[in-house]
């Protein structure tokens, strides 16, 4: 499985933008990956996902139209791109890589099997 390192998150006003990072410690190109939020007192809620093949990308209801999600194969890298942030967008955010490779799962956090340690992100109002 790959190790995974997110970067990017911080501290933002209501309207603003941040981008995130995540970094692999070995090749993605095969592997789903998502973009995964815990708030507190809350459970992990799917964010936004792009598969291995073709890059078709998912996103939740909540974020559709305000995130995108990318990835960058040759440099294992996939992004998370917020932009018209909300005070509900407060989380701690989490890559994640699905179970195994050449997989097409359900983008739910269950699917995901590597995960990163995590970054924060906050919205003030």
């Known amino acids: 499985q790959v190790q995974l390192a997110e970067s990017g998150g911080g501290l933002v006003q209501a309207g603003g933008s941040l981008r995130l990072s995540c970094a692999a410690s070995?090749?993605?190109?095969?592997?789903?990956m998502g973009w995964i939020r815990q708030a507190p007192g809350k459970e992990r809620e799917f964010v936004a996902g792009?598969?291995?093949?073709?890059?078709?990308?998912d996103y939740a209801d909540s974020v559709k139209g305000r995130f995108t999600i990318s990835r960058d194969n040759g440099r294992n890298t996939v992004y998370l791109q917020m932009n018209s942030l909300k005070p509900d967008d407060t989380a701690v955010y989490y890559c994640?890589?699905?179970?195994?490779?050449?997989?097409?799962?359900?983008?739910?956090?269950?699917?995901?099997?590597?995960w990163g340690q995590g970054t924060q992100v906050t919205v003030s109002s």
């Open positions: 994640a890589a699905a179970k195994g490779p050449f997989t097409t799962p359900a983008m739910i956090p269950a699917n995901f099997g590597s």
């Open positions: 792009i598969r291995w093949v073709g890059e078709i990308t």
């Open positions: 070995g090749r993605i190109s095969s592997y789903t």
